[in-house]
């Protein structure tokens, strides 16, 4: 038997969201591939604002993704590589969702409609980084057909990254 897909919905951030993914993500086994703790409300108002400038600027960025009651689930969508280690300079497809989404499926579904609107939007291959010990992560990039391409060490933390790539 098929698992329904989830509904979910993908949107450029508010303002307003920035309140809403620091309250999601203030979980720390949420964070704990991204530094292990929650970042503070600040952080989520300037990516938010960051958000909004890329999908004016490149038609995508990082949306806010709602399950099917438009609660705030997280975010998935991309953005260009910008540190000056890994694929710098490409386009990163990312996600994270609060704890009470994983394992539903809404992160695969996300990163699907992203890919589509990717596409859409003429980019012609993306790049996933994800900590080495992110399986749940790793998963995703697997049902999305991305295969393992580069590893990397990150600077800040000493931890092995690894690059997915997919052409579309």
Same mark, same amino acid.
């Given at each position: 038997?098929?698992?329904?897909? /989830?509904?979910?919905?993908?949107?450029? /951030?508010?303002?307003?969201?920035?309140?809403?993914?620091?309250?999601?993500?203030?979980?720390?086994?949420?964070?704990?591939?991204?530094?292990?703790? +929650?970042?503070?409300?600040?952080? %989520?108002?300037?990516?938010?604002?960051?958000?909004?400038?890329?999908?004016?600027?490149?038609?995508?960025?990082?949306?806010?993704?709602?399950?099917? $009651?438009?609660?705030?689930?997280?975010?998935?969508?991309?953005? +260009?590589?910008?540190?000056? =280690?890994? +694929?710098?300079?490409?386009?990163?497809? $990312? =996600?994270?969702?609060?704890?009470?989404? =994983?394992?539903? $499926? %809404?992160?695969?579904?996300?990163?699907?409609?992203?890919?589509?609107?990717?596409?859409?939007?003429?980019?012609?291959?993306?790049?996933?980084?994800?900590?080495?010990?992110?399986?749940?992560?790793?998963?995703?990039?697997?049902?999305? $057909?991305?295969?393992?391409?580069?590893?990397?060490?990150? /600077?800040?933390?000493?931890?092995?990254?690894?690059? %997915?790539?997919?052409?579309?």
């Amino acid at each position: 038997m098929t698992r329904a897909l /989830p509904v979910v919905r993908l949107r450029v /951030p508010t303002h307003e969201d920035a309140f809403a993914w620091h309250r999601v993500f203030g979980d720390p086994e949420v964070m704990e591939f991204l530094g292990g703790h +929650p970042a503070e409300l600040s952080f %989520y108002e300037e990516l938010t604002a960051r958000q909004r400038r890329h999908d004016a600027a490149l038609g995508f960025c990082l949306w806010t993704l709602t399950d099917g $009651g438009d609660r705030v689930a997280g975010f998935t969508g991309a953005q +260009p590589w910008e540190r000056e =280690w890994g +694929p710098t300079g490409e386009i990163e497809i $990312g =996600w994270r969702l609060g704890r009470e989404h =994983w394992g539903k $499926g %809404y992160a695969t579904e996300a990163a699907r409609q992203t890919l589509e609107r990717l596409r859409a939007a003429g980019v012609r291959d993306v790049v996933a980084m994800v900590d080495a010990r992110n399986e749940r992560s790793a998963a995703v990039t697997r049902r999305l $057909g991305m295969r393992l391409a580069e590893t990397f060490v990150r /600077p800040e933390s000493g931890r092995e990254a690894h690059c %997915y790539r997919l052409a579309l």
